[in-house]
């Protein structure tokens, strides 16, 4: 099992991966109006050649008080083809795709999800830092991770996604 940065030639492998997870093509064309907008990461997981699951960060902002130099990433989606899920292939992308961020600068990540599985990496309700969601979810559900300790000491207010986000297709 590798992980590693998305390559061109991956494209079609990557939408498959989240259309056969997700079951639907949201979170693919998602992916598609993303790429290439500003700093996104997308990291995909190899095993025998072929493409098995995927992540993808791109950067969120904060309307509120914070630091201009806090540099903060959304994590979404992240996808594991269901033959191969439950083996620890999603724990690895997240894993390594943190790490990553954490090693491109970055000080903090937010994820929407289920709150069992991303506490396990370290996520906690971004309440607890004074960051809410801009979308009307469950308040364990939207989480953050400090990947610098002590970066979000200083702020506050609502994580807004970018705009390719809103657009429901
Ligand atoms: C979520 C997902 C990426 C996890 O990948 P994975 O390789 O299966 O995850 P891992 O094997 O590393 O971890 C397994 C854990 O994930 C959780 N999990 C995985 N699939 C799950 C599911 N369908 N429902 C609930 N929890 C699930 C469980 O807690 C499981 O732990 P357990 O095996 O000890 O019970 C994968 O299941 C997936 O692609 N799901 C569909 C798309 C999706 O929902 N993405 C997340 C959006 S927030």
Do not use: W
């Not at 991966?17 to 990291?43: K, M, P, Q």
């Not at 995909?44 to 914070?66: L, M, N, T, Y």
């Not at 809410?132 to 000491?153: H, N, T």
């Amino acid at each position: 099992m590798e992980i590693r940065t998305e390559n061109p030639e991956d494209l079609e492998a990557v939408r498959n991966v989240n259309i056969a997870a997700f079951g639907r093509e949201n979170e693919a064309n998602l992916v598609d109006r993303l790429r290439g907008t500003g700093s996104t990461f997308s990291f995909v997981a190899v095993q025998s050649d072929r493409i098995v699951g995927h992540i993808f960060f791109s950067p969120v902002v904060v309307e509120g008080k914070c630091s201009k130099n806090l540099s903060i990433l959304g994590l979404a989606p992240v996808a594991v083809l269901p033959d191969y899920q439950r083996q620890g292939i999603g724990t690895l992308l997240i894993q390594q795709g943190l790490k990553e961020c954490r090693r491109s600068g970055f000080q903090a990540v937010v994820v929407l999800g289920h709150p069992d599985f991303y506490s396990r990496f370290g996520f906690i309700p971004a309440s607890r830092k004074n960051l809410g969601c801009e979308y009307d979810v469950p308040d364990e559900a939207f989480m953050v991770f400090e990947l610098e300790s002590g970066a979000l000491q200083d702020c506050s207010g609502m994580v807004k996604y970018r705009s390719e986000f809103r657009i429901c297709e």
